[in-house]
């Protein structure tokens, strides 16, 4: 309806004004209370069929909404269905490394999205996952990974890296770039029953809470380790007597004017003790000092008390190193 | 860049007509500036008699029942309505506003023009009565009828309108019915406005023409002069009188008289209808034996007397206006009189008026895209709807620039 003032400057005057008129105009005396139920057995009905109306309305809406709710959630896709992914993750795994993991050939006809999680989340590298099918039929799979604290190396190791989280659970470290592997300090000499596979055990627990309670406090340090050799470390038995971790540098890391610090030895018992001592230690200085004449070097944090055999004496000394 | 017009969005609107005879409702949907039709609901008055509700009970009952067929028939349910009014309870006069053109070049504004029209609208209703709406009247400019005096010299300006007003009680009551129906009631609509919008043509309202809308208890008529309304009014007579007359007359019952009126009355009395005999026949054989001069000669009678009132009262409100009397010739209304509505189906009917008047007349059926509507009992209705669409949808605006007009030059 165009307002009177615009009819009057468009030079328009209707044939029929039913604009508001003067002060006696129906529409301002005579108030319309508008009844939101028609009165009467005929506005019940009239009521009830709009209210039938919106119910049959709401219903088919409710059940529009199921079947799309079954057919994108739960509902097994078909064998030829097998929708484009989208992997988000914070960690190294690419839709190349994710798709076997999805659609694993053993899974049958059909893959739901609850199976699908599931199916991702048996993967050792991955801590959790979550999986949503969009409305275009794709997967949305976000993943949180497990992230490795070093490697594992064992010559008889299937091909491929094998890495160490810092739960101490191995895993396939897939997606991991040459470098980045290269960068992990390798745990050598593992225990029997974890060689050549990925099962945990007490030693690599041991190992991993050891690297990763390192690299988050000593990161240089970490830098220069170029494995960790569980040979003494009676399977992460650390009550033994005599269970060590020995960690061996990087040669390149040690400058060529001073002897070489080629092993660091840590109690497998109170190394949580040691790393601290092993930063403030000034290994450097020591090595500098007149009287060493070995060219290599190992450094022991702890003497063994023989005469109390459980108990650990902190007595951090450079021992000239001999080969083995 | 040349853009496309934007069409306004479907909306749907319903129309309510209450008549003596009958209450109709249509609900339609507004589709490129048309009506598309969705839903129709038809039933027989009750609780009105002539135009006057004497059972508001019974008529809510009666309206309720038609709106719920019409929705039901749509497939929507209805939230406002516009309602036609006619009837005694309806009446009309002239409100003139005057002004003189100030400014020494005497250059008339829309400013003049507003103030114009609100002294006009200043004017304030008899008591008791309401108004409902304003019909523009020829805008005078120092006495010269002038389309658009906007930009036009002169020294006094005169706007006049034709003002609708209505009982308040009755209003009210009718407002309250509907609301009670839970809908709006979006407007009231002139029921003879409505009827001339659905049977008249733009070329028969420019040049001037009588709209005479037959119904069962009243017949409302609106004068349309030199493309504007000069005047309307409602007269308490119709089609009902003429079968009440035949009731008396011939001593039978209302459905036999009213039988007799649709199939062998007519308006004209003929002296060779005195030969003719007509047998009605009853459920056992023929019951009634009928005299067809008698039949036409009372129709005749009662249209006549009918007719007669019409133009009483269209010459009454006419020298109202002009100040004078006027006569209705052919120079005066030159595309005669219209007649429509249910009544206006008895034979002769356009002859009679015709002869009353001394127009020409003609029977006019109202122009819609339904052919069930095609009747003269729907043009009010229908008119409702023709009217609401104007109320709903604005005209387009004349092209306006050169390039704009020379497209629609083109396209001609």
Not at chain 2, 280 to 301: C, L
Not at chain 2, 335 to 350: E, F, K, M, W
Request: with cysteine; aromatic share 4%; hydrophobic share 45%.
């Amino acid at each position: 309806m165009i307002p009177p003032f615009l009819r009057r400057l468009l030079g328009l005057r209707a044939e029929a004004d039913h604009a508001r008129a003067d002060d006696r105009d129906w529409r301002k005396l005579i108030p319309q209370d508008v009844n939101t139920v028609p009165r009467g057995t005929m506005g019940r009905r009239r009521a009830a069929r709009s209210w039938v109306q919106g119910a049959v309305v709401l219903s088919l809406l409710g059940l529009m909404a199921a079947v799309l709710w079954f057919a994108l959630g739960d509902a097994p896709a078909g064998p030829a269905a097998k929708p484009a992914l989208r992997v988000r993750t914070d960690g190294f795994l690419s839709p190349a490394d994710v798709a076997p993991l999805a659609f694993p050939p053993s899974a049958g006809s059909g893959l739901d999205v609850a199976a699908l999680r599931q199916a991702l989340e048996a993967d050792p590298q991955v801590l959790a996952a979550r999986v949503r099918r969009l409305a275009d039929g794709s997967l949305d799979i976000e993943l949180r990974e497990r992230l490795a604290v070093a490697r594992l190396e064992t010559p008889a190791a299937p091909p491929g890296w094998r890495m160490l989280g810092a739960d101490g659970v191995p895993f396939a470290g897939r997606g991991y770039p040459v470098q980045a592997v290269r960068n992990l300090p390798a745990v050598v000499d593992l225990p029997e029953e974890s060689e050549g596979g990925l099962r945990r055990s007490a030693g690599l627990e041991l190992a991993a809470a050891f690297l990763s309670a390192a690299r988050a406090s000593y990161p240089a340090l970490v830098a220069d380790w170029q494995s960790l050799s569980l040979r003494d470390a009676f399977d992460g038995r650390a009550d033994i007597p005599g269970a060590t971790l020995r960690v061996t540098l990087r040669p390149a890391s040690q400058p060529a004017d001073r002897p070489a610090l080629v092993e660091v030895v840590f109690s497998a018992k109170e190394w949580a003790r040691e790393l601290p001592v092993l930063a403030a230690l000034g290994v450097d200085e020591r090595l500098r000092a007149p009287g060493m004449t070995s060219p290599a070097y190992v450094l022991k944090l702890h003497i063994r008390n023989r005469s109390q055999p459980g108990t650990v004496t902190m007595e951090p000394r450079l021992v000239p190193a001999v080969s083995r | 860049m040349s853009r496309k017009p934007s069409l306004p969005a479907p909306r749907r609107i319903a129309a309510l007509d209450i008549g003596t005879h009958k209450t109709v409702v249509l609900v339609g949907q507004i589709v490129d500036r048309r009506v598309r039709l969705l839903g129709f609901g038809e039933r027989r008055t009750e609780g009105v008699v002539k135009g006057v509700v004497e059972d508001l009970e019974r008529l809510t009952e009666c309206v309720h029942h038609v709106v719920h067929d019409a929705e039901r028939s749509a497939g929507v349910s209805l939230s406002e309505i516009y309602a036609g009014v006619n009837g005694p309870q309806v009446d009309g006069g002239r409100v003139k506003g005057m002004v003189p053109v100030p400014g020494r070049d005497r250059r008339v504004t829309a400013a003049d023009m507003v103030e114009a029209e609100a002294s006009a609208r200043r004017i304030e209703p008899p008591p008791g009565r309401l108004t409902l709406l304003y019909m523009a009247q020829p805008t005078l400019l120092d006495g010269a009828s002038v389309a658009n005096p906007v930009g036009m010299t002169g020294e006094r300006l005169e706007v006049s309108f034709w003002r609708v007003t209505h009982e308040e009680a009755s209003l009210r009551q009718r407002v309250g019915m509907i609301n009670g129906m839970s809908l709006k009631l979006r407007d009231f609509l002139l029921g003879s406005h409505c009827a001339s919008c659905a049977v008249a043509a733009e070329g028969d309202k420019r040049t001037g023409c009588l709209v005479v809308d037959c119904g069962a208890g009243t017949t409302s008529w609106i004068l349309h002069y030199r493309d504007h309304i000069l005047c309307a009014g409602c007269i308490p007579v119709g089609g009902e009188h003429v079968t009440n007359d035949l009731c008396s007359a011939l001593r039978v019952r209302r459905d036999v008289a009213e039988d007799l009126k649709l199939r062998y009355a007519s308006a004209l009395h003929r002296p060779e209808d005195a030969n003719q005999t007509i047998l009605k026949e009853g459920p056992s054989g023929p019951e009634h034996q009928f005299n067809r001069g008698t039949i036409n000669r009372v129709a005749s009678v009662r249209v006549t007397e009918l007719l007669e009132l019409v133009r009483q009262d269209v010459e009454a409100r006419v020298r109202q206006i002009f100040g004078r009397d006027v006569a209705l010739t052919p120079a005066f209304l030159p595309a005669g009189i219209l007649l429509t509505g249910g009544a206006s189906q008895l034979a002769d009917l356009p002859a009679a008026a015709s002869e009353v008047f001394g127009l020409p007349a003609r029977a006019a059926l109202p122009v819609t895209e339904a052919p069930e509507l095609r009747k003269p009992e729907y043009a009010a209705v229908v008119g409702i709807m023709a009217a609401a669409l104007v109320n709903e949808v604005p005209a387009r605006r004349a092209p306006r620039g050169f390039w704009a007009q020379l497209r629609a030059l083109l396209r001609l």
